[in-house]
């Protein structure tokens, strides 16, 4: 819980914090070409279609990461809104964006399959497909793989309808940085510098929303996408000679040492205690009796 201990990571060298976060990346992306060689195998696809796999991802370029319950308050579409300008982002040869999906819809949420369908037609359209990959079965094991290995962690649900987004935090504690929607715990978590800024990650839109649905999706993938434009890509690919990125490192420090001691466990046994458990017992308010006569 101590800040003043977390504030130490500022001191550990760039090469470092690089080379281990570029290990768990190369990991993750091993495990992910693992898993679809495997799933494409199952289904009894081709054999091209299963060496393909191995042109998958690369360990060098900028990996966001997204994975969650697809309900459809969380928006895993929310990316493909401008298909045209997600691709463009996408299949940059000079600085190239990818992408890992997973997640799962409840099996009687039929928006939420035809969110997963529509991302995984994604996966399969020309030109953007060695940078995209949908991992089937989400699990903790595997929720554990991508929280370490991405760059970045992207959550864009629908406000206010998040109530933590719990993964953003276990993204932190490895050096990942948050790009999200400022709701849930990020609402908290989200800290700027003083031109407005994010210090600590990235703010999808503003801090306020509109009940019209189609017109803040709009909003929200702009934005997301401008993010990504002018700030996410040029800060990764704005790398010294050797191939370090020290603008991105300092984030992802800054990431470490602002949640790590803010967003765990000990806060959260600490809080249900505090406001929850030890809270003098309140009394039931009396039912209120109608005093319609019967
Ligand atoms: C952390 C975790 C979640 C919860 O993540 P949210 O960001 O709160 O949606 C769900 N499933 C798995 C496997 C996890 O590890």
Not at 201 to 216: F, K, M, P, R, Y
């Amino acid at each position: 819980m101590d800040s003043q201990i977390w504030a130490k990571v500022d001191q550990i060298p760039d090469e470092e914090v690089w080379w281990r976060h570029q290990v768990l990346k190369e990991r993750l992306i091993a495990y992910t070409r693992d898993q679809l060689k495997q799933a494409r195998q199952n289904r009894g696809e081709d054999a091209a279609a299963v060496h393909e796999v191995d042109q998958l991802l690369d360990p060098r370029a900028l990996t966001i990461g997204f994975a969650r319950r697809f309900s459809s308050y969380k928006r895993g579409n929310l990316l493909l809104h401008d298909a045209q300008r997600a691709v463009q982002i996408f299949s940059n040869t000079e600085y190239p964006v990818q992408i890992l999906f997973a997640g799962k819809a409840h099996p009687a949420d039929e928006e939420g399959k035809r969110i997963i369908q529509r991302l995984i037609e994604w996966c399969s359209s020309s030109g953007i497909k060695h940078r995209i990959a949908f991992i089937e079965n989400y699990d903790m094991y595997m929720a554990r793989k991508l929280v370490q290995g991405v760059d970045v962690w992207l959550n864009n649900p629908r406000r206010p309808l998040e109530a933590s987004g719990t993964s953003g935090q276990k993204v932190c504690f490895n050096g990942g940085i948050n790009c999200s929607v400022l709701d849930g715990w990020w609402s908290e978590g989200y800290q700027v510098v003083p031109n407005g800024k994010g210090f600590n990650g990235w703010a999808i839109g503003e801090d306020a929303h509109t009940s019209n649905q189609e017109l803040q999706d709009k909003i929200d993938s702009d934005s997301l996408y401008q993010l990504l434009e002018s700030e996410i890509v040029p800060l990764y690919y704005d790398q010294d000679a050797d191939g370090i990125p020290h603008g991105w490192i300092q984030m992802m420090k800054a990431s470490i040492k602002t949640n790590a001691p803010a967003f765990n466990t000990d806060r959260m046994i600490a809080d249900y205690v505090t406001q929850i458990y030890s809270r003098e017992k309140v009394t039931d308010p009396q039912p209120v009796v109608a005093s319609v006569p019967l």
